[in-house]
């Protein structure tokens, strides 16, 4: 009775396992912005920044380093930034300006929904 209760719950285990799709991969290019104010400047890597925020924000979708494996690739710009499939098409342009929760936001919500 003991092995056949054991067998009924690899089997539940096994079917909910079957039934859980693997996150979608997104691959972050990099990408450094620099500014300059009154004659001092500074740098900051916009890409881990949006790392970062889709670790706290969207844990969702999953990042990755590899873009030979990942599902999308997001090129980060000033104006807007660019979501490419996997095939290199353009998947969407997120509208997010200046705030790197905004763009991660509108990123996840289009990677989630497709």
Not at 43 to 50: F, I, T
Not at 65 to 79: E, M, S
Not at 93 to 102: D, F, G, K, L, T
């Amino acid at each position: 009775m003991k092995s056949l209760t054991l067998l009924f719950v690899c089997l539940s285990f096994s079917r909910i396992a079957s039934t859980q799709t693997a996150p979608k991969k997104l691959y972050i290019e990099e990408r450094i912005a620099t500014s300059c104010s009154g004659g001092n400047c500074g740098q900051r890597n916009l890409s881990l920044a949006a790392t970062k925020e889709f670790l706290k924000s969207c844990p969702s979708v999953g990042i990755t380093d590899n873009k030979d494996v990942a599902d999308f690739a997001l090129k980060i710009a000033t104006g807007s930034s660019t979501l490419y499939s996997k095939d290199g098409d353009v998947a969407y342009i997120s509208p997010a300006r200046y705030r790197m929760h905004n763009l991660v936001k509108d990123v996840c919500n289009f990677v989630n929904s497709h």
